[in-house]
Antibody, heavy 115, light 107 residues
Framework: QVQLVQSGAEVKKPGASVRVSCKAS????????IHWVRQAPGEGLEWMGR????????NYSQKFQGRVTMTRDRSISTAYIDLTRLRSDDTAIYYC????????WGQGTLVSVSS | DIQMTQSPSSLSASVGDRVTITCRAS??????VAWFQQKPGEAPKSLIY???HLLSGVPSTFSGSGSGTDFTLTISSLQPEDFATYYC?????????FGQGTKLEIK
């Protein structure tokens, strides 16, 4: 069955960077784009961007342009999101998900940013 | 960016009730709308894509409709496990914006 398994929780200081991984299984990794969505405490869902695992092509929300990079390693069916220059309002649960063809979500990764 | 406006933001209903949640797009988006359910402490779950296509495993009490700018998610007979927050999302253009969510609570 399709599964997306994310890396564990992270605690970072303001100004630092974070990388969250998302390991896919149960389907052909290059068939579907992987999207990243985040959710701040008590807030709604916010789409951050997506990566095409086949080509590596990306589309980012303008809000995160310049701070976010999405990459993938096809050899291990894993996608990554890097977020730099972290601020306290980046504290959120970060999800990877499939939003076409397959419609599965990872379990989420809590990133806490605090001095 | 395309704005997705959901209403209501919260809703109280009873088991067995029929409820409808609406989502309005700021411009025409054909049928490129998905709906999601999220329970506290859990990851979202995808319910519907292309406005009206129910995903495998989703109860038939859920249905979606709409095209252009106006979309609805209907639950025909609420079950205890349906009390959750629901989100719509457009995926016709980037960024793939979400609605602000509708919290469905037990009356």
């Amino acid at each position: 069955q399709v599964q997306l398994v994310q890396s564990g929780a992270e605690v970072k200081k303001p100004g630092a960077s974070v990388r969250v991984s998302c390991k896919a299984s149960g389907y052909t990794f290059t068939d579907y784009s992987i999207h990243w969505v985040r959710q701040a405490p008590g807030e709604g869902l916010e789409w951050m961007g997506r990566i095409n695992p086949h080509s590596g092509g990306t589309n980012y929300s303008q809000k995160f342009q310049g701070r976010v990079t999405m990459t993938r390693d096809r050899s291990i069916s894993t996608a990554y999101i890097d977020l730099t220059r972290l601020r306290s309002d980046d504290t959120a649960i970060y999800y990877c998900c499939l939003l076409g063809g397959q419609f599965n979500w990872g379990q989420g990764t809590l990133v806490s940013v605090s001095s | 960016d395309i704005q997705m406006t959901q209403s209501p933001s919260s809703l109280s209903a009873s088991v067995g009730d029929r409820v409808t949640i609406t989502c309005r797009a700021s411009q025409g988006i054909s049928n490129f709308v998905a709906w999601f359910q999220q329970k506290p402490g859990e990851a979202p779950k995808s319910l519907i894509y292309a406005a009206s296509h129910l995903l495998s495993g989703v109860p038939s009490t859920f249905s979606g409709s709409g095209s252009g700018t106006d979309f609805t998610l209907t639950i025909s007979s609420l079950q205890p496990e349906d009390f959750a927050t629901y989100y719509c999302q457009q995926y016709t253009s980037y960024p793939h914006t979400f609605g602000q969510g509708t919290k469905l609570e037990i009356k």
